[in-house]
């Protein structure tokens, strides 16, 4: 057995925990977190004044600006998931 493979081994099980990445810590996993919890409240709050308006309790107004803010957080989301397909696409495409 050669001295030189076991210490190699054991120096990269001590290296390997500092490559990893934490996907709770990073901040683009934050970031994104962020992002879908903004989504999903606007979301939330376009139902809440759609809901008021069909009882008569809730402003015309508000309830116009609800959706328009709705329509564009899910024309949002809809061009970000296309240009992740895209990328996709791109990666599959790449010449191995």
């Given amino acids: ?7 190699a081994v054991r120096n990269y099980a001590h290296a390997r925990p500092a490559t990893q990445v934490d996907p709770e ?6 970031s994104v977190r962020a992002t879908f ?3 999903a409240s606007t979301l939330e709050h376009s139902e809440e ?3 008021a ?6 402003d015309p107004h508000a309830l116009v600006q ?3 803010q709705t329509e564009l957080a899910v024309e949002t989301a809809v061009v970000v998931r296309n ?3 895209e990328a ?6 790449m010449p191995v």
Avoid at 25 to 30: C, E
Avoid at 88 to 93: A, G, K, N, P, V
């Fill in 1 to 7: 057995m050669d001295i030189r493979s076991i210490s």
């Fill in 83 to 85: 240009k992740v397909v």
């Fill in 49 to 51: 004044i759609s809901g």
């Fill in 37 to 39: 919890q903004d989504f």
């Fill in 66 to 68: 609800a959706l328009v």
């Fill in 53 to 58: 308006a069909m009882m008569g309790q809730a």
């Fill in 88 to 93: 996709y696409q791109e990666i599959l495409r």
């Fill in 25 to 30: 810590n990073s901040s683009v996993a934050k």
